[in-house]
């Protein structure tokens, strides 16, 4: 999503921008991934593959790459960065520039706003922007039109020039998100692909105002929290369904109901838009009271998903997730009680979690009413005060090469569980949540409150299924 911004604001000074999802590629690279029971057993042997990959030029991601490059022949190439993915933006970018030296590589997001030294230090990036890149990148690429390639006045931007790195001033937030276009998602180097996507997302504001351990957003956006106006909002919803005919939203903020008042306000104007859409969203367990979700349920809401993240109010402390476990049952059960499908995400590993905590969480998701429950393996990112609680615990070292580091099983960040118990434990609840997942009621629950806006939407999902199925056993041989 944040991609797709960065491609209108340059569309609309008259930049010829293309985007490539490279997670959602139809080549031969397209992503047929294995159930998470596998996935998860076979973590060690995909990394050693992975690390092998990026050595291999040769190998069919890298080819496929430089066939685009090629076929484009950009002058800028921006990268925006997850951590666990260092490793592959780096080889990347240096295929970027065997290509053309002259061309210029970004790269953008919340690991190159934390580490610039680092990521400038890899030779090929030529450019860090920090924080949102709306602004900085327009003026970035306004003075690469111009010829002159001056970048000490830019604030936002960290550089290279002549082997010396530069740091400016960060940039101030964009205060009137409004005033930003919407994501240009017609510019997908692959169409077919977005066409292939059943959703599209959306973000009403942007920032959080919560201090969870593991995340690094508060820091990316400096503990602001910024709202776009709700007929701003609307004008997009009737966008995306009109120009690109998608009828279904997931709304992408950190907190869709970080304020009361606000989440009210938008589904009346939700309500009184009569738009057919159906939509779901993230938010806090905490926040949730049955006026809200009365009105979740009016306004077409179809799905929330809490970051629920522990079992053990014990490790809630830890994490500094600010919320009590008997918020969390009383938010399920009045999701389930007004028929809104709900999702909970966990996660296991976190530094000084003991067995008694994992099991604890594991008792949880037994517990809750809820029709899909995602399990995952806690890891260190950079901005996040959890990854200074590992240094200290002697888990992850002082100084890291993010791009050869890797997480669990390689490396394993809670220091009361041996690795091989974590790793038995891991599995066993990674097997539950996929039979879960996996069962006839929990699914109908997931896809039923869709059809009321599409009726062919059981027979679509099922299509795709099949789809899959059929390019996961040609992938395979």
Not at 229 to 239: A, L, M, Q
Not at 246 to 275: G, M, P, Q, W, Y
Request: hydrophobic share 40%.
């Amino acid at each position: 999503l944040g991609i797709g911004y960065i491609g209108a604001v340059l569309e609309k000074v008259g930049h010829d921008v293309k985007i490539w999802n490279a997670d959602a590629t139809v080549g031969i690279t397209a992503g047929v991934m294995p159930d998470e029971v596998t996935m998860l057993k076979e973590r060690q042997q995909k990394f050693t593959e992975y690390q092998n990959a990026l050595q291999n030029s040769n190998h069919p991601v890298w080819v496929e790459v430089q066939d685009i490059l090629k076929d484009f022949d950009p002058d800028v190439v921006g990268f925006t960065v997850l951590t666990p993915e260092v490793g592959s933006a780096t080889k990347f970018s240096s295929l970027v520039k065997e290509g053309r030296e002259d061309r210029v590589v970004v790269w953008g997001g919340h690991h190159a706003t934390f580490l610039p030294d680092d990521v400038l230090s890899y030779g090929a990036i030529d450019v860090v922007i920090k924080g949102e890149g709306e602004n900085t990148i327009l003026d970035m690429m306004s003075s690469l039109s111009s010829g002159v390639k001056d970048f000490a006045a830019i604030k936002g931007l960290s550089y290279r020039d002549n082997g010396k790195i530069y740091h400016n001033p960060d940039r101030e937030l964009i205060e009137d998100l409004d005033a930003i276009p919407f994501p240009a998602h017609h510019l997908s180097l692959f169409p077919e692909a977005f066409k292939r996507m059943e959703r599209i997302g959306i973000m009403t504001n942007r920032g959080c105002p919560f201090r969870c351990g593991y995340c690094s957003s508060p820091k990316f956006t400096r503990k602001s929290v910024r709202l776009r106006s709700y007929n701003n909002v609307i004008k997009e919803i009737k966008h995306v369904t009109g120009f690109y005919k998608k009828n279904i939203i997931s709304f992408l903020d950190d907190n869709f109901t970080i304020d009361k008042k606000r989440v009210i306000a938008l589904c009346e104007h939700l309500i009184n838009a009569n738009l057919k859409v159906s939509w779901d969203t993230m938010t806090r367990a905490d926040i949730l009271n049955e006026d809200v979700v009365k009105l979740l349920k009016r306004a077409g809401c179809c799905g929330v998903s809490i970051g629920i993240e522990s079992g053990s109010e014990r490790m809630l402390k830890k994490i500094k997730k600010g919320v009590k476990l008997d918020k969390v049952v009383n938010a399920y059960n009045l999701l389930y009680r007004y028929d809104i499908p709900s999702g909970a995400n966990f996660m296991a590993g976190f530094p000084e979690e003991t067995t008694d905590d994992i099991q604890e969480t594991f008792d949880l998701m037994k517990k809750i009413k809820t029709e899909n429950i995602n399990f995952n393996i806690f890891e260190p990112i950079p901005g996040s005060p959890l990854l200074e609680d590992c240094r200290r615990l002697g888990s992850v070292p002082q100084k890291v090469d993010w791009r050869t580091f890797g997480f669990w099983p390689m490396n394993h960040f809670t220091n009361n569980v041996s690795p091989e118990e974590f790793a038995r434990i891991a599995i066993n609840i990674t097997q539950w949540v996929f039979d879960y997942k996996c069962s006839f009621r929990v699914r109908w629950m997931r896809i039923k409150p869709y059809i009321k806006n599409d009726l062919l939407y059981p027979f679509k999902k099922l299509l795709n299924s099949i789809k899959v199925r059929i390019l996961k056993r040609f992938v395979s041989d």
